[in-house]
């Protein structure tokens, strides 16, 4: 027989030549993360025939879902954070509290065969470019292999130590090193079992013939403010945590640190106002002092009922076409441009009476809560939170207090203000955001993370999915939009149908500069813009994959309903008739 030479074009799936005739290779995909991208990449791939693995570092799927605090909840009704063809049971509420969402998909994995495919307590530490190796496969976790290859050497492999594992053993590689063809190599840590102090690990490689990051942007890596020496939590006398640690505390350490306490949270936008409003109830009675919540800006919020003017529900200036035609996009014709400078001060005067109207139902003047920059400029970054249902009547009372400063400091009994204003306070919950990219970092090989977030030092995406200068890897959940469900969901079956090569990539350069120029444009919209964010732009970004896919980009059944009715997840099933 004559020997095998592989071939990959860099994006598509592997093939090998055999005696002479070409034949497609069973592509291995691995995974990082069991959350709402991983699980509906996940099953997306599946679909498509492809041999999934999915790494997860933590004992359940869910990922935020299953690690946040005790009142979250979602912020859309649950028609609008649900999979296009897996509805929520009728007897779950509109918003379902976090453990409801963790339930849901659970039973989404169940149904599609997704669990069996997922590595629980598995965390990679690090991932390779190596060239495609020669190895013997060893059987494990009951002799399901599933199509992964672990690797084993033939000489013992130093000890692996870690403050967190005791090293239980390892399992490695050997290698005949080629010039052809490269894989991913997966470090990962898996626990298994925990006894004493220690968790005790095995240490195993993997190899990959493709990589989908779905690890997301939000939870593990607190982002903290930095402070000169001696202003800092350093010299604070009482307890400083991030809300990353704040979620990891169970019910009675969380009412330990806050109840009777003199709590200050920082910042706002949903984290910070929803703990601040847990602080309150468990401070409720004559004696329970206030939560002060000390931000440097505010941002609009929007009520749950969700509609304006009574009767307009707020998707509409965001979620429909009729709001997509007004809004400026970076690659739109000569003629739309055109279209949209005539339409621009309608566009401005309907965005300013919804800020009326937020004003005229919400108590923002009354507190100092009115922003100082426009409602679009939040949506256009993703921050536009959903008002706690009781923070207006806990602001009411005196429970939560607010403190607006361009600046804040640690003094020994709790945060000075920049106008020299003291804060007393026994514990300070920082709600200032997730570092995302430092996940990635920390596992990338060097030269990739050094081109991760350029340009600019944001993540940004070919289609929001593909970086053009890391190979064989794919991003699906770090493009924000309306619904984190729906960005993830097309997102995979884009990238599914990607490797299974029904269409082709333009060229890197085309793809450097289509990103770069969606960057430049997302930056020009909003003064906040920090991490992709597509909210104003879902129906244009969600066009461009369909036309990729070659699917129906107009999924209304008549053209009134697909420009004025909103747009939701619900409408890219395509398994109906408007494929």
């Not at 071939?7 to 995974?31: A, D, F, K």
Request: net charge neutral.
């Amino acid at each position: 027989m004559a020997p095998s030479v592989e071939s990959n074009n860099g994006w598509g799936e592997p093939e090998q030549m055999m005696m002479g005739q070409r034949r497609r290779r069973e592509l291995r995909v691995g995974i990082i993360g069991a959350g709402v991208s991983g699980l509906a990449t996940c099953k997306h791939f599946l679909e498509q025939g492809l041999n999934v693995t999915v790494f997860e570092a933590k004992s359940g799927l869910g990922g935020v879902w299953r690690s946040t605090y005790a009142s979250t909840k979602l912020q859309t009704p649950k028609q609008g954070y649900q999979f296009s063809d897996f509805p929520w049971p009728d007897d779950v509420p509109q918003f379902p509290l976090h453990l409801q969402v963790v339930d849901y998909l659970e039973s989404y994995a169940n149904r599609y065969g997704i669990l069996e495919r997922i590595h629980f307590n598995s965390k990679v530490l690090s991932l390779a470019r190596i060239s495609r190796t020669k190895f013997e496969r060893v059987e494990s976790d009951g002799g399901k292999e599933r199509g992964v290859a672990r690797l084993k050497t033939i000489e013992e492999d130093e000890e692996i130590k870690s403050n967190s594992c005791a090293s239980h053993g390892s399992i490695g590689r050997r290698s005949v090193d080629r010039a052809e063809d490269y894989v991913w190599e997966v470090y990962v840590r898996r626990k298994i079992s925990t006894s004493n102090e220690f968790d005790h690990c095995m240490d195993e490689w993997y190899e990959f013939d493709y990589m989908v990051m779905c690890c997301g942007r939000f939870g593990d890596v607190p982002r903290v403010p930095s402070f000169p020496p001696l202003e800092g939590p350093e010299i604070f006398e009482g307890r400083v945590l991030h809300v990353v640690d704040y979620c990891s505390l169970d019910g009675s350490k969380v009412r330990d640190l806050v109840a009777g306490k003199k709590v200050v949270v920082v910042g706002f936008q949903k984290t910070s106002l929803d703990i601040a409003v847990e602080v309150a109830e468990a401070n409720q009675g004559i004696d329970g002092p206030p939560c002060t919540m000390v931000f440097r800006r505010t941002h609009w919020m929007y009520p749950r009922h969700r509609q304006a003017f009574g009767y307009i529900p707020f998707g509409f200036f965001w979620s429909t076409r009729l709001a997509d035609f007004w809004t400026a996009k970076p690659d739109q014709g000569l003629l739309q441009r055109a279209l949209q400078s005539i339409f621009s001060p309608l566009r401005r005067v309907v965005w300013r009476m919804i800020e009326y109207y937020l004003r005229l139902t919400l108590p923002l003047s009354r507190f100092g809560l009115v922003p100082e920059h426009s409602l679009f400029e939040d949506l256009s970054a993703c921050v536009l939170p959903q008002v706690p249902v009781t923070l207006f009547e806990h602001l009411e009372a005196g429970r939560i207090l607010t403190r607006k400063t361009p600046y804040m400091s640690f003094y020994s009994r709790g945060i000075r203000l920049a106008d020299g204003t003291d804060v007393e306070a026994d514990s300070v919950i920082l709600c200032t955001g997730y570092d995302g990219d430092a996940k990635l970092k920390s596992i990338l090989p060097k030269e990739y993370r050094d081109v991760l977030l350029e340009p600019g030092n944001v993540l940004t995406l070919y289609r929001g999915i593909i970086h053009p200068h890391i190979p064989n890897m794919g991003f699906i959940g770090y493009s924000e939009g309306l619904s984190s469900v729906h960005s993830s969901e097309i997102g995979a079956q884009w990238l599914a149908q990607l490797l299974q090569k029904k269409f082709t990539l333009p060229p890197a350069a085309d793809m450097e500069t289509e990103r770069s120029k969606w960057l430049q444009h997302a930056r020009s919209m909003t003064p906040f813009f920090n991490r992709p964010c597509l909210a104003p732009w879902q129906i244009w970004h969600t066009d461009k994959l369909c036309r990729d896919m070659d699917r129906n980009q107009f999924r209304k059944r008549s053209w009134w309903q697909e420009m004025f009715s909103l747009y939701s997840n619900n409408d890219y099933n395509f398994s109906n008739s408007l494929v």
